[in-house]
């Protein structure tokens, strides 16, 4: 068996929970600005942080939410997301991060999926947390600065502060169960541990070398994986300092980066081809940008090196996925090979895998990417049949990504085995949309297929079987999914096909249709 090991000496494996390893990044510079919201500027030092982590944990403790249960979050960036997702861990809680863009049908799936009995959001969601509750397990809605009726403030959950980690098993115990959206059916709550998570941290330590008092504009999700381990809690807890952003907007982010002297950048494909070409760049100060990151879906190396270029910072990219909280692969800070997700990082093994019959291929060789790892996933929350699929029994992760890894350890995306389609960093489920589609009652068949796109990186196609005689057209069809689907999960194009290509088992042959889209 071939397997390709980090070339980088492995770190040693933490005790410590995520969040005592994020106030060992805090709690020696009590007067630092850790975190600030940038469109107001209101900031939080690291002792406010800590303090009010401490405060919500006793208080969740105090109301017997916590230890054991889970609590949901659906809110956009902003200081107080750290201190409900640290709250929950220090307590001894299971948080499951919500997509403020979901809709309730997807908020309720989630919510019940995951058995939480607290929702905490911001006011300008709490229509939507209330629908989205509405037969779950959730009894208490909680909103970040207040001002709902019959609900409870975030101040309202403040107690005698939590004094130390409440107890529970570093390596079984669920920290935080994101939902990753698979192939088939519904997305799947991934299990990380807080081994899991720390280990991630002190993994990417390594390559990244973030020195204290770095600021970096944080506009990825901390809902995500990406936002959350990279920046949230990898920034944090190396003794950076966070500017948040409820949603991206490139005027504001390169007004942020200006205004705070940004030294490193996390950005995702659509936002590295921005900063390569888009006029506005030109308009700011990005002097001060040394480093920059994308990760979340593969950048070409033309890319690569042209945003490097314009800000006179050193670009590479890395690898990763929910289900390796998230990162196994990272391009070392001076050892860029364009076009590359880089190098594994430490305690980290890779197979690269022949998919047809298993065969363990070498150095140059496409095929299945293979990980194992500290950071890999317990498995995946109620679904016993998607972990054995997933996980093999001596914990090898099986990625669903074609790639090749050269004789030093680099690794190259090559294409997709599984059938995800990555919409400008966020992975969109076929199967999802087209059940959706299909529930409309004048449309008797679907399939969804990803189109590449120089800017979002993939688009959503829809390849539509109209029932006869139906009045359907595309806005019809766009307006069904309005109630269904969040945003980013809509088709791009609603094209109406006689039938869509399938095997004798009847399985979607979304080959044929992306050698369609291709060809055009």
Same mark, same amino acid.
């Given at each position: 068996?071939?397997?390709?090991? #980090?070339?980088y @000496?492995?770190?040693?494996? #933490?005790?410590?929970?995520?969040?005592?390893?994020?106030?060992?990044?805090?709690?020696?510079?009590p007067?630092?600005? +850790?975190?600030?919201?940038?469109?107001?500027?209101?900031?939080?030092?690291?002792?406010?942080?800590?303090?009010?982590?401490? &405060?919500?944990?006793?208080?969740?403790?105090?109301?017997?939410?916590? $230890?054991?249960?889970?609590?949901?979050?659906?809110?956009?960036?902003?200081?107080?997301y750290?201190?409900?997702?640290?709250?929950?861990?220090f +307590?001894?809680?299971?948080?499951?991060?919500?997509?403020?863009?979901?809709?309730?049908?997807?908020?309720? *799936?989630q919510? *019940?999926?995951?058995? +939480?009995?607290?929702?905490?959001?911001?006011?300008?969601?709490?229509?939507?947390?209330?629908?989205?509750?509405?037969?779950t =397990?959730?009894?208490?809605? /909680?909103?970040?600065?207040?001002?709902?009726?019959?609900?409870? #403030?975030?101040?309202?959950?403040m107690?005698? $502060?939590?004094a130390?980690q409440?107890?529970?098993?570093?390596? #079984?115990f669920? /920290?935080?169960?994101?939902?990753? &959206?698979?192939t088939?059916?519904?997305?799947?709550?991934?299990?990380?541990? *807080?081994?899991?998570?720390?280990?991630?941290?002190?993994?990417?330590?390594? $390559?990244?070398?973030?020195e204290?008092?770095?600021?970096?504009?944080?506009?990825?999700?901390?809902?995500?994986?990406y936002?959350?381990t990279?920046?949230?809690?990898? !920034?944090l807890?190396?003794?950076?300092?966070?500017?948040?952003?409820?949603?991206?907007?490139?005027?504001?982010?390169? *007004?942020l980066i200006?205004?705070?002297?940004?030294? %490193?950048?996390?950005?995702?494909?659509?936002?590295?081809?921005?900063?390569?070409?888009?006029?506005?760049?030109?308009?700011?100060?990005?002097?001060?940008? %040394?480093?920059?990151?994308?990760?979340?879906a593969?950048? &070409?190396?033309?890319?690569?090196?042209?945003?490097?270029?314009?800000?006179?910072a050193? &670009?590479?990219q890395?690898?990763?996925?929910?289900?390796?909280?998230? !990162?196994?692969?990272?391009?070392? %800070?001076?050892?860029?090979?364009?076009?590359?997700?880089?190098?594994? !990082?430490?305690?980290?093994?890779?197979?690269?895998?022949?998919?047809?019959?298993?065969?363990?291929?070498?150095?140059?060789?496409?095929?299945?990417l293979? !990980?194992?790892?500290?950071?890999?996933?317990?498995?995946?929350?109620?679904?016993a049949?998607?972990? =054995?699929?997933?996980?093999?029994?001596?914990?090898?992760?099986?990625?669903?990504?074609?790639?090749?890894i050269?004789?030093?350890?680099?690794?190259?995306?090559?294409d997709?085995?599984?059938?995800?389609?990555?919409?400008?960093?966020?992975?969109?489920?076929?199967?999802e949309?087209?059940?959706?589609?299909?529930?409309h009652e004048?449309?008797?068949?679907?399939?969804?297929?990803?189109?590449?796109?120089?800017?979002?990186g993939?688009?959503?196609?829809?390849?539509?079987?109209?029932?006869p005689?139906?009045?359907?057209?595309?806005?019809?069809?766009? =307006?069904?999914?309005?109630?269904?689907?969040?945003?980013?999960?809509?088709?791009?194009?609603?094209?109406?096909v006689?039938s869509? @290509?399938?095997?004798?088992?009847?399985?979607?042959l979304?080959?044929?249709?992306?050698?369609e889209?291709?060809?055009?």
């Amino acid at each position: 068996m071939t397997v390709f090991p #980090s070339l980088y @000496p492995e770190v040693a494996l #933490s005790d410590m929970s995520i969040t005592e390893r994020l106030f060992q990044g805090l709690e020696n510079r009590p007067e630092d600005v +850790a975190i600030i919201d940038g469109p107001t500027g209101r900031a939080l030092t690291s002792a406010a942080l800590v303090d009010q982590i401490r &405060s919500l944990a006793g208080g969740l403790v105090t109301r017997g939410v916590l $230890p054991g249960g889970t609590v949901a979050i659906l809110a956009p960036n902003c200081p107080e997301y750290a201190v409900v997702f640290h709250g929950v861990a220090f +307590a001894g809680g299971t948080i499951t991060t919500l997509n403020p863009t979901y809709t309730a049908p997807e908020i309720q *799936h989630q919510l *019940h999926d995951a058995g +939480a009995t607290m929702l905490v959001t911001i006011p300008a969601l709490v229509d939507l947390a209330r629908a989205g509750m509405t037969g779950t =397990a959730v009894t208490e809605l /909680v909103v970040i600065g207040g001002g709902a009726e019959d609900a409870l #403030s975030l101040d309202d959950l403040m107690g005698a $502060p939590q004094a130390a980690q409440v107890r529970v098993d570093l390596d #079984s115990f669920p /920290v935080v169960l994101p939902y990753s &959206s698979g192939t088939t059916g519904r997305p799947k709550g991934v299990m990380l541990s *807080h081994r899991n998570i720390v280990t991630n941290v002190n993994q990417l330590a390594v $390559p990244t070398g973030i020195e204290r008092g770095e600021t970096v504009i944080a506009f990825l999700p901390f809902f995500h994986i990406y936002g959350m381990t990279v920046l949230m809690n990898l !920034v944090l807890g190396q003794e950076g300092r966070l500017v948040t952003m409820p949603r991206f907007d490139l005027e504001q982010f390169l *007004h942020l980066i200006q205004t705070h002297a940004v030294s %490193r950048l996390y950005i995702v494909p659509p936002v590295a081809l921005a900063l390569a070409k888009h006029p506005m760049v030109a308009q700011y100060d990005m002097s001060s940008v %040394r480093f920059i990151f994308s990760g979340a879906a593969p950048l &070409s190396a033309e890319v690569e090196i042209a945003v490097g270029e314009r800000l006179g910072a050193e &670009s590479i990219q890395g690898y990763g996925m929910t289900e390796m909280s998230p !990162v196994s692969h990272s391009t070392y %800070r001076g050892k860029p090979r364009h076009g590359s997700s880089g190098q594994a !990082v430490p305690n980290t093994e890779c197979r690269i895998v022949e998919p047809e019959t298993g065969r363990n291929l070498g150095p140059d060789q496409e095929g299945e990417l293979w !990980v194992r790892g500290p950071q890999v996933m317990m498995g995946y929350l109620n679904n016993a049949e998607a972990t =054995a699929a997933t996980l093999t029994e001596d914990g090898w992760l099986k990625t669903g990504d074609l790639a090749v890894i050269d004789g030093d350890g680099y690794m190259f995306i090559r294409d997709r085995l599984k059938e995800l389609i990555k919409y400008k960093g966020f992975a969109v489920a076929p199967a999802e949309v087209e059940a959706a589609l299909i529930a409309h009652e004048k449309i008797i068949d679907a399939a969804v297929v990803g189109k590449p796109d120089d800017e979002a990186g993939e688009l959503p196609i829809a390849f539509v079987v109209a029932a006869p005689d139906a009045e359907l057209d595309g806005d019809a069809v766009m =307006a069904h999914l309005e109630g269904c689907l969040s945003h980013y999960k809509h088709p791009a194009e609603v094209r109406f096909v006689d039938s869509v @290509p399938k095997s004798a088992s009847g399985k979607i042959l979304r080959r044929f249709l992306r050698d369609e889209l291709r060809a055009e």
